[in-house]
């Protein structure tokens, strides 16, 4: 019996989120097809930071050199490249479909700047966020139509899909989130109530917000509170010094960018998760401070809303007022803050919820 081969195409994914998603899928997926008639080739950037078995890498180190490299590599290698391996199922793990020749394409789309208006400062923070919100929708669009099924995160990402793109093959694959639990703890003032926002940096996760929030709050309140933000410490990036030098007077605990074991002790330690981004695809710590039980303040958006799911203590605020969590946050102090809650808004049947799942879904003749 001939195995069927699949191709994992993750050349762009080298860092942060995206990266752990590559190696979440090369991971799960060498398990999954122990004892199966299925062959696997990963094409990545750096074959030095994967070692599973049963996988075959191809490392295409240029692929981060330049926008070109990946142009061509996109709609012009991967196509040559196909023919030579004559794949069943060729999988992008990074939103754009390539011109390739396989039995069945599919694409997993997870970039959240195509949904994002940037303002000025998120063109002077990072430029590339402004040109990812004009580029990804043309970049999404193309060779859409080839896709067996596009694969995004969440039901609102599904809606808009359909509707911008035209296309009806949209499925949602939830990504899988592990949960891990230790019983690590910060060494924390067990005097104060303790909010946490764990974010990469980016000019999008609207950090100013939670200062803005901060100030407004009175001195007996802001006394019985303490803010931990992580990214802001060891960072020269002109976001992080904006919000440094800006709100250099307000009082937080700065902390670099933490390891997962770090971010664990943090879990087990805070009272609250604060999370005022503009956009995700999904909003990983919502999930992480959710399996930890913790109580949380999001904004009012529809990613926060369907990450978050069926839970009891959660409220919501609007991002047009800081006033919203200044006050959340004052109730909280006095012990009469009542949780607004939430429940899911979609019928999740149909979704793909693991990456097991997916692997199924794709291998299926």
């Known amino acids: 019996m001939k195995k069927k081969k699949i191709v994992i195409s993750g050349v ?3 860092e942060g989120g995206i990266f752990t998603i590559l190696h979440n899928v090369l991971q799960e997926l060498s398990e999954y097809i122990k004892n199966k008639d299925v062959q696997v080739i990963a094409l990545v950037h750096d074959a030095s930071k994967f070692n599973f078995p049963n996988i075959q890498l191809i490392e295409l180190p240029k692929s981060k050199k330049s926008w070109l490299y990946r142009f061509y590599y996109e709609y012009f290698y991967f196509k040559k ?3 030579k391996i004559q794949p069943d199922v060729w999988l992008s793990l990074h939103d754009t479909t390539p011109r390739v020749i396989a039995k069945k394409q599919f694409v997993y789309c997870h970039h959240p700047t195509t ?3 940037p303002t000025w400062k998120d063109w002077k923070f990072d430029y590339k966020i402004g ?3 004009l580029l990804y929708d043309n970049l999404f669009k193309l060779n859409i139509n080839k896709n067996h099924t596009v694969f995004v995160q969440q039901h609102w990402i599904k809606e808009i899909f359909e509707k911008r793109f035209n ?5 949602v694959a939830i990504p899988q989130f592990v949960e891990e639990i230790s019983k690590e703890k910060i060494a924390l003032n067990e005097n104060k109530i303790h909010f946490f926002y764990p974010s990469f940096p980016k000019s999008f996760k609207n950090i100013e917000y939670l200062f803005e929030a901060i100030k407004l709050l009175p001195e007996e309140v802001l006394n019985s509170c303490e803010f931990h933000i992580t990214g802001l410490k060891n960072n020269t990036t002109k976001y992080v010094n904006y919000l440094n030098e800006k709100y250099k007077s307000t009082e937080v605990n700065r902390l670099k960018l933490l390891n997962k074991h770090m971010m664990l002790k943090y879990y087990n330690s805070i009272d609250y998760l604060v999370f005022t981004s503009k956009i995700e695809t999904w909003g990983l710590p919502i999930s992480e401070a959710k399996a930890h039980h913790k109580s949380m303040l999001l904004a009012n958006l529809p990613y926060a809303k369907e990450a978050c799911g069926n839970y009891e203590n959660v409220s919501f605020f609007n991002l047009e007022n800081q006033k919203e969590l200044a ?8 012990k009469k803050h009542v949780f607004q809650g939430n429940k899911t808004a979609y019928n ?5 919820h693991n990456w097991k799942e997916v692997f199924q879904y794709i291998l299926t003749d």
Do not use: G, P
């Open 348 to 352: 999740t049947n149909e979704d793909l």
């Open 167 to 171: 296309i009806t093959n949209v499925k």
């Open 81 to 83: 490249l196909s023919t």
């Open 12 to 14: 762009n994914m080298v």
């Open 327 to 334: 006050e959340m946050i004052t109730e909280i102090v006095a």
């Open 115 to 117: 949904f994002f208006k």
């Open 131 to 133: 040109f990812f919100s």
